[in-house]
Nanobody, 124 residues
Framework: QVQLVESGGGLVQTGGSLRLSCAAS????????KGWFRQAPGKEREFVAA????????YYADSVKGRFTISRNNAKNTVYLQMNSLKPEDTAVYYC?????????????????WGQGTQVTVSS
């Protein structure tokens, strides 16, 4: 069993930065690929970024490429999402998720563990 807890959300102005963290419990955390998703009011939950178990492979949605960076520290059982040059359209609840495969995927339904989410609000 894996439990995920996100932190680091908040209110920031356009152009600002935030760093989200996702702390995981469970001894097999380091073997799972991880992803970040987001859901804005009235919209579907969408893929943001993913990282393989080793950290060697990363994937990004086109809307965040070049602005967001996903990383992980398996020794700390934590995955991060560094968000720079934030825009109002980035406003959403951000969710951390774990995929039992080690490779990483953009496919939401393949993620089996989810955190509760953290709110990110970008003011214009």
């Amino acid at each position: 069993q894996v439990q995920l807890v996100e932190s680091g959300g908040g209110l920031v102005q356009t152009g600002g930065s935030l760093r989200l963290s996702c702390a995981a419990s469970g001894r097999t955390f380091s073997m799972y690929a991880k992803g970040w998703f987001r859901q804005a009011p009235g919209k579907e939950r969408e893929f943001v970024a993913a990282i393989s178990w080793s950290g060697d492979s990363t994937y990004y949605a086109d809307s965040v490429k070049g602005r967001f960076t996903i990383s992980r520290n398996n020794a700390k059982n934590t995955v991060y999402l560094q968000m720079n040059s934030l825009k109002p359209e980035d406003t959403a609840v951000y969710y951390c998720a774990a995929d039992k495969s080690p490779w990483g995927t953009v496919v939401r339904v393949l993620y089996v563990y989810w955190g509760q989410g953290t709110q990110v609000t970008v003011s214009s």
